[in-house]
């Protein structure tokens, strides 16, 4: 079992507070070593002396000396001189991965994106190859139909034929919709994308819940093909606040192709006891409004 090292200051090691601001300066700009501020016990024998550092920019850093001896040496040689943060020193934020950092907007001209490997937002699409991959979506149904639609040959036997008929294979299908390609949008790919297209122009924004209308009966409404068009499209008006944004159908804005002709509503009833007008009442009655003359005496009136 090792012996537990002193945390009390090596006499000779402490003492050597000259020789490490020499140190300290020659490892910074002139001028960038201020006041001593002490010394710690790194181990036996080891100190380190620590001296402000007045430098812009690194506010709290502090100047770190350590010093050594051999055993029963009394001469105090220097180990290592560095820079580092005190108590109060100012820091940068911690690091975050560009991949964490990147937001909508962030890309200009020239920047690339590397995509991940294993993004969760892709799969793999049709390779080319004969057999279409496990998750294409060129299945073993679509090759059976692929099998049975018209080709483009010639007249003769299947034998004279000199190359496959494009119209009809694997590959002119996966063309046509759009799957000939190393990687797709998988199920995934598409909820978070719907989900972020609906939170900017979805039914619950403020324009949507003023719109006279739903872009769904809009004729600046784009229709989307897939599985998307069935609640999205884009909007081709240049004078809504979406143009050339996928929107979704329940979304809205005063732009609509209809807003000029749509029906108002209906105009509520006459109120039966009208509150709003104001009626006089005054605070002495009229007397000449009554049955009795007001210049008869009113002892003729058998009052008394």
């Excluded at 509150?275 to 003729?300: A, F, I, M, Y």
Aim: charged share 25%; proline share 11%; with cysteine.
């Amino acid at each position: 079992m090792s012996a537990m090292r002193s945390r009390t200051p090596d006499r000779l090691c402490a003492e050597a507070v000259e020789l490490a601001r020499e140190a300290a300066v020659e490892a910074a700009r002139p001028g960038q070593v201020g006041e001593y501020l002490g010394a710690v016990a790194d181990g036996d024998r080891v100190v380190t002396h620590l001296f402000e550092s007045p430098e812009p920019g690194y506010r709290g850093w502090r100047w770190a000396v350590t010093v050594t001896r051999a055993s029963r040496a009394k001469a105090v040689t220097l180990d290592e001189t560095v820079l580092l943060p005190g108590p109060d020193a100012l820091l940068a934020p911690e690091w975050v991965p560009w991949s964490e950092r990147l937001r909508p907007g962030d890309m200009g001209p020239g920047d690339l994106l590397p995509t991940e490997a294993e993004d969760l937002r892709l799969e793999p699409g049709y390779s080319g190859e004969d057999a279409p991959p496990p998750n294409s979506a060129v299945s073993e149904e679509m090759q059976q139909l692929a099998a049975v639609e018209e080709a483009d040959v010639t007249a003769g036997a299947p034998a004279a034929q000199t190359a496959t008929p494009a119209t009809g294979s694997i590959a002119a299908v996966a063309e046509e919709l759009g799957m000939r390609r190393a990687r797709v949008l998988s199920r995934y790919g598409l909820h978070v994308a719907a989900d972020r297209w609906d939170e900017a122009y979805g039914p619950k924004t403020p324009m949507a819940q003023a719109a006279p209308g739903t872009c769904a009966s809009c004729g600046f409404l784009v229709a989307l093909g897939g599985s998307l068009g069935q609640a999205f499209g884009v909007c081709a008006n240049e004078f809504s606040p979406a143009d050339g944004r996928v929107v979704s159908l329940s979304y809205g804005c005063g732009a609509h192709s209809e807003a000029a002709v749509m029906p108002k509503p209906p105009r509520p009833a006459e109120p039966v006891v009208d509150e709003t007008v104001v009626e006089p009442l005054p605070l002495h009655p009229d007397r000449t409004s009554g049955s009795v003359e007001p210049d008869t005496p009113p002892e003729e009136l058998g009052h008394s």
